[in-house]
């Protein structure tokens, strides 16, 4: 063996043992809780609208083409959920109230929740309004196990928001998420160190985090439907698979996630994009996709309580050139009612035919650059060569 081949191979056992030991490390000295508000939009309402308590309520524009926000636990008996259409909710759930949102309400809820988090600890990662991750291995308040903290951290809301909040606790992100949702509402869950291999082993695969229905569908189809099963497959065989993520469902199901807390930097925009399964040119076939980006972006800026000025779309052709167009008015763009006109303003702006047609679409909401300056009523137009990856939530 020559010299190299035996450095290579010291360093891959090195390298190894290293692993088994910051495994270990995270698995017994981190201490990380995950919050969520129980049916928070919905929830607000009920609180501030005694009338509308122990009824069936969703939140959403009412409409034909309105889309529930979330639904009171009342309406999810009758099968009622986020991103469902009104029209079928309402089929669903004939006595339904729908109301509209107000966000301005559930950023002001979400700051208090906030500054109850940060009471103990300053690594917090916010996921969306009404949900974060809190690394509280060393709090402020010395308390030595992290369940104490959920319960008092969920004590706090309540007293602070008159509203309720399921906590999760264990080791590790993935698993802290789990936990919160596996006791809602009002829930508080703890997935110990020595528990989490059974834990895993029972949970079903479309539990897993970054799951989602249709990977769970092809786990199926490869007869895997517990996380028991998920361990029997090798890594090779789901990066085949699964490519990248192959990787993380494999650690998962051994319950290991080394991911940190990251505390947010400021987002800056927000906003999504959808790659046809055929390009486009007819405009109505546009327009439709137009209206289905613009409800994902409205949902996506409702999650994340985000507020932008600057609306920008985004077309990519079949030949991959790229192009945006961007307007910026005054208000606070939140609503269908305010971004499709816009969406529209600057689709008009675009060209495209059966010679030219659209690969992908996309929208996003940013805040005001120095460089566009403009927040006066008046849209200013620019177009660019801006980089999207940030895009994606
Ligand atoms: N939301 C939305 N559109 C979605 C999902 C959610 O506008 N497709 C909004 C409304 C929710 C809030 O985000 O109230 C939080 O989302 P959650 O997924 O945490 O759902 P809830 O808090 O409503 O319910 P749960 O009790 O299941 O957490
Ligand atoms: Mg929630």
């Not at 495994?23 to 609180?47: G, P, T, W």
């Not at 910026?328 to 305010?338: C, E, F, I, S, Y």
């Not at 996003?364 to 177009?383: K, L, Q």
């Amino acid at each position: 063996m020559g010299k190299n081949s035996e450095k290579i191979l010291f360093l891959q056992v090195f390298s190894r043992v290293f692993a088994i030991f910051a495994n270990i490390f995270q698995k017994y000295m981190r201490k990380i809780i995950h919050i969520d508000m129980d049916a928070y939009f919905a929830s607000v309402e009920q609180r501030d609208h005694p009338e509308w308590r122990g009824i069936p309520i969703a939140v959403g524009f009412d409409g034909e083409r309105g889309v529930v926000s979330t639904a009171s636990y009342e309406a999810r008996r009758y099968g009622v959920h986020s991103a469902q259409s009104v029209v079928v909710a309402k089929r669903l759930c004939p006595h339904l109230l729908v109301v509209p949102p107000r966000f301005k309400v559930y950023k002001q809820v979400s700051e208090q929740v906030h500054a109850i988090f940060h009471e103990y600890t300053d690594l917090v990662e916010p996921l969306s309004l009404d949900e974060a991750f809190l690394d509280v291995t060393n709090n402020r308040a010395g308390i030595e196990l992290a369940q104490d903290i959920a319960m008092e951290i969920k004590q706090k809301i309540r007293e602070a928001t008159s509203l309720t909040a399921s906590a999760g606790v264990s080791y590790n992100k993935f698993l802290a998420k789990i936990a919160s949702d596996y006791r809602k509402p009002d829930g508080l869950f703890v997935i110990h160190p020595d528990r989490a291999s059974s834990f895993i082993a029972k949970l079903p695969v479309e539990r897993f985090w970054g799951v989602g229905p249709k990977t769970a569908e092809r786990m199926h189809h490869m007869g895997i439907y517990t996380g028991e099963q998920l361990r029997q497959v090798s890594l090779q065989h789901l990066t085949e698979v699964f490519g990248k993520a192959g990787q993380v469902y494999y650690d998962f199901a051994r319950g290991i996630d080394n991911r940190e807390v990251i505390v947010e930097r400021e987002r800056k925009s927000v906003g999504c994009e959808q790659t046809f399964l055929e390009d486009l040119y007819k405009t109505s076939a546009v327009i439709i996709e137009l209206y289905h980006t613009v409800m994902e972006l409205v949902e996506r800026i409702a999650r994340s309580g985000f507020e932008g000025h600057t609306l920008t779309l985004k077309v990519k052709y079949f030949d991959f050139v790229q192009i945006t167009r961007s307007l910026t008015v005054a208000d606070t763009l939140t609503t269908k009612d305010q971004i499709l006109p816009l969406a529209k303003r600057l689709l008009a702006e675009v060209e495209y035919s059966a010679q030219r047609p659209i690969r992908l679409l996309g929208l996003s909401v940013s805040r005001t650059s120095a460089a566009t300056g403009s927040t006066s009523d008046e849209a200013t137009w620019e177009e660019g060569w801006l980089d999207f990856e940030d895009w994606a939530t």
